[in-house]
């Protein structure tokens, strides 16, 4: 497998610390509002790197947080009278539960920073001793200038970093690159014990202190990738690894994989601009498979511009996927084709070279669609094209759904009850030979945007426009 690696900018051969196995953290959500699209993109990006690593035959360890102490939280818990735990536990769940309406998987391990107080008290204890923090009126600080290799990830130069300067500013900081590793808490904000004084832990020490209490083992705190939005290099990763490079005398991680932005219509997505798109709307209108197919269908690393008109295009691509799995009409299964699998993983092991994957998907379609137009009766071309759809929702979670309940997405019970009213009344309509009443009923479907099979397990149906 070959990855990009942010910090050499180019793609790399992936080589595991420990052979046949992948450690991964991915930065999770700050819980205080509903999933957007960017949040999205980045949980699919890396769902979709665990599955290949899986398909490659790696045991991953995956592990995705949820920052559930924030300045943004604390603000919403003003803003609404509810407690922490009341805002964190309803964002977490919302979260879950549109991730996995996406078929993304749960993280094998989902800490949040609350959890882990203790953890990155001892990490700043063990970062003070060794003379990089410091204490000032409102908290504890890293002192950057203390580590030379700082700006090695991002790539930036001092000048460039006053955003972060901006973001912490205090008079007192030896240096405005400098950042809070310990925050004292304000009257009336949530806050913890500690040797310095009641408070809470700064961002960027939550993820250095949870990578090192659930994937160091025996002395060994690198990890193999640690993933994120490209939003998140500086000043959040470019500080995570500083401190843990500092506290352990090691490299957080081999590899940093970072994913684009989401764009709406060209715009970056941002709540300042005024149009950012909640998950919970985009799945009040798609099913979840189809914004999944959509959404992975550009490489991650790429800026990706939501638009309808593209989504539009992008189900008709899937479309003809569930068109194939309705023609087979067999659950059963043989060996995956050895060529559809090799030329898939292949693509997949580039970088995630998602186009080139799903070209190879597209040429599976339409062959199998040829030879099934040949030999409509060949069991076993059937029992390898569901082995071949079988190997898609495990690799890239396609094609999970029945045919037939895909092609009805979008409608209504009362819709649903409609049609089968009507098709029930044409096979009465049949059975008694009248077939003037039949064409009509059929007419009246067809007019509906509602497509009729006749099979051997009845009458199939489905939306056609």
């Known amino acids: ?88 536990s309803h964002y977490i769940d919302r979260y879950k539960k549109e991730m996995q309406a996406l078929g993304i998987e749960d993280a094998d391990i989902e800490p949040k920073a609350t959890e882990s107080i203790q953890d990155i008290i001892d990490f700043i204890k063990h970062l003070e001793e060794k003379g990089f923090a410091y204490t000032i009126n409102d908290g504890v600080y890293f002192d950057t200038s203390k580590d030379s290799q700082y700006f090695s990830l991002s790539g930036r130069k001092v000048d460039e970093s006053q955003n972060q300067s901006r973001v912490e500013g205090n008079s007192e900081k030896r240096d405005p690159k400098d950042f809070a590793m310990w925050k004292f808490s304000k009257e009336g904000e949530p806050s913890y014990p500690s040797p310095w004084g009641d408070g809470r832990p700064g961002w960027h020490i939550e993820c250095s202190a949870m990578i090192k209490k659930h994937l160091a083992s025996d002395g060994e705190y690198q990890i193999d ?81 939501f638009n309808e008109e593209d989504l539009l295009a992008s189900k008709k691509r899937l479309d003809k996927l569930y068109r194939l799995k309705k023609r087979i009409q067999t659950d059963k299964g043989s060996a995956v084709n050895k060529i559809f699998k090799k030329s898939l993983m292949n693509a997949l092991n580039d970088d995630l070279n998602i186009s080139q994957a799903l070209a190879v998907v597209d040429e599976m379609v339409a062959s199998s669609n040829e030879t099934l137009d040949r030999e409509p009766k060949n069991k076993a071309l059937k029992y390898e094209i569901r082995s071949n759809i079988s190997f898609l929702e495990e690799v890239l979670a396609i094609g999970t759904l029945n045919a037939y309940a895909y092609f009805q997405i979008g409608i209504s019970n009362e819709e649903k009850e409609h049609i089968e009213t009507l098709i029930l009344k044409r096979n009465d309509a049949k059975a008694s030979k009248d077939y003037e009443k039949s064409d009509a009923i059929r007419d009246e479907l067809t007019a509906l945007g509602i497509q009729i099979m006749d099979t051997t397990e009845g009458t199939m149906w489905e939306k056609i426009k």
């Open 1 to 88: 497998m070959q990855l990009y690696n942010t910090i050499s900018k180019q793609k790399e051969k992936f080589i595991p610390i420990e052979k046949n196995k992948a450690k991964i953290y991915v930065c999770g959500p700050t819980v205080y509002d509903d999933a957007h699209l960017g949040h999205a993109r980045s949980a699919l990006a890396f769902d979709l790197l665990r599955r290949v690593l899986k398909a490659d035959g790696y045991q991953v360890t995956f592990v995705k947080n949820f920052t559930d102490i924030d300045d943004k939280i604390i603000a919403k818990m003003k803003e609404s009278g509810k407690t922490l735990d009341e805002i964190v």
């Open 225 to 305: 990738i640690h993933g994120g939005g490209a939003d998140l290099i500086f000043p959040h990763h470019e500080n995570e690894a500083c401190q843990s490079r500092c506290e352990s005398d090691q490299k957080l991680a081999r590899y940093w994989m970072h994913n684009g932005f989401v764009q709406i219509d060209g715009e970056k997505m941002s709540k300042s601009l005024g149009n950012s798109f909640f998950l919970k709307d985009a799945l009040k209108v798609y099913d979840g498979e189809i914004l999944r197919f959509y959404l992975l269908s550009s490489h991650y690393r790429a800026n990706f511009n």
